[in-house]
């Protein structure tokens, strides 16, 4: 089994390609927000690396958010438009999942904390649970300030994970028993999204592509701006 995960999520887009033997190749690049010009030569460049064409791929895994509007309808669609045509079925995995599987090993509360721009984050908390990580809090938008207060609230050691943590680090590392992720963790990885899929693929966790749904939130931000303008 091969499969084929599209991360595009927030200002970074990538994919991998990987199965039983782990992740084969990957590709990652940020941008700004060219994620359309990126993407198909990054999926070309994996297939090369892999040694495998596209006929091969049996299951195409996708990010399916909550992120930033215009990449992420990006990566959704064409990881559908992939999976209908190659005739395949596919498997959704949150991009706050994603930002939190790298660190799936510490003991502490996970926060994944993805900027979602406007002064707002897409946050999710975590408990690591035998065999992997358990989400305790659906994911949802907050002010840093609301995010600042529930850590507080918690008392507990928690290690906060993802883009927003680094946008807002000096706050962050300024509470009781808070740390930062290193930067180099603060992306949803096309590498983790295909090890997530395939741990749910052997438990044939399955979706047709029509029943893919991105998490967005939010209104995009031409939309808000628009309904903003009207309003004045």
């Not at 190659?86 to 090993?105: E, K, Q, T, Y």
Request: hydrophobic content about 45%; charged content about 20%; proline content about 5%.
């Amino acid at each position: 089994m091969l499969i084929l995960g599209i991360e595009s999520a927030t200002q970074q887009v990538g994919c991998a390609i990987g199965g039983h033997e782990g992740v084969l190749a990957s590709a990652h690049s940020a941008r700004g927000r060219r994620h359309a010009e990126s993407l198909a030569p990054q999926m070309q460049f994996v297939l090369n690396q892999a040694r495998v064409t596209i006929d091969e791929i049996s299951v195409v895994a996708v990010d399916v958010g909550p992120g930033l509007y215009t990449g992420l309808r990006v990566g959704v669609s064409t990881a559908m438009a992939t999976a209908f045509g190659l005739g395949v079925p596919m498997i959704g995995v949150s991009s706050l999942d994603l930002v939190a599987f790298p660190v799936r090993h510490t003991r502490r509360l996970i926060a994944a904390a993805i900027d979602a721009r406007r002064g707002e984050l897409f946050t999710a908390f975590y408990r690591q649970v035998p065999g992997g990580l358990q989400r305790v809090t659906e994911p949802h938008v907050v002010s840093p300030d609301d995010l600042f207060n529930e850590l507080m609230a918690e008392g507990t050691e928690c290690l906060v994970v993802g883009d927003g943590a680094i946008r807002y680090r000096a706050e962050l590392s300024g509470i009781s028993k808070v740390e930062v992720a290193d930067e180099s963790l603060a992306y949803p990885s096309a590498a983790s999204l295909v090890a997530l899929a395939h741990a749910r693929a052997l438990r044939e966790e399955f979706v047709q592509p029509s029943e893919i749904s991105p998490l967005y939130l939010r209104r995009p931000d031409a939309e808000a701006n628009w309904s903003s303008r009207s309003v004045s």
